[in-house]
């Protein structure tokens, strides 16, 4: 793991060109054209906070029963990881919309209000448990995001919004690019809750003596 960690920069820099790279070959559509490629990235991100979100779900119950430790440097690490996604998401699906709508922000569109609402009270709920800076109630604080964000992000209705334009697209080669996208999305997001986990780690270890 701490090989792993020094070499996390360098990673992250390698994926995030690949994410680049893949973007740029992507396939335009039909109807959106090379605006399309806006959408990859759009889908990949929801996905990726969503994925890790629900790691962050278990973990942080554990750490809720266990009190600080492993469980809960791992549970702030995916969590801060989910926010930090989701947040990156809020922001880029503005551009998306815009190039795809015409608007910036859609707000009849009930996963628009989603998107902000989840945004804000994920900032809301980690400021409150940085703050209060007790383990227990950080862990469930954040578990409590978490299971407010898969629970209720499948429940939303659309009006605009399509169900999954990726998904239900006949092209393989569209699929096939859109899987890329989402696991070099999904690894850069590994990666930075692994760099995230050994901050965290590092400010719950005491120092050494004589340091």
Do not use: C
């Not at 015409?102 to 989603?114: H, K, M």
Request: net charge positive; hydrophobic share 60%.
């Amino acid at each position: 793991m701490n090989a792993v960690r020094r070499r996390i920069g360098p990673l992250l820099i390698g994926l995030a060109a690949l994410l680049a790279l893949l973007l740029w070959l992507s396939p335009a559509e039909e109807t959106l054209g090379q605006v399309v490629k806006l959408v990859y990235l759009h889908g990949a991100l929801v996905r990726t906070a969503m994925f890790i979100f629900a790691a962050s779900l278990p973990v942080n119950l554990a750490a809720a029963i266990k009190g600080s430790g492993a469980w809960s440097a791992w549970g702030k690490a995916l969590a801060w990881t989910a926010i930090l996604v989701w947040l990156a998401h809020t922001l880029f699906s503005m551009v998306t919309t815009y190039a795809t709508w015409g608007v910036f922000i859609a707000w009849d569109e009930p996963r628009t209000r989603f998107t902000f609402s989840l945004a804000a009270i994920a900032v809301i709920i980690a400021g409150v448990a940085y703050m209060v800076d007790n383990a227990r109630f950080s862990a469930l604080a954040l578990a409590v995001l978490a299971g407010l964000a898969l629970g209720l992000l499948p429940r939303l209705d659309i009006v605009q919004h399509p169900l999954d334009p990726i998904g239900s697209s006949p092209s393989g080669t569209i699929h096939a690019f859109y899987a890329a996208i989402l696991v070099v999305s999904l690894a850069i997001g590994g990666l930075f809750a692994v760099w995230l986990h050994g901050r965290f780690v590092s400010i719950l270890q005491p120092p050494a003596p004589g340091h």
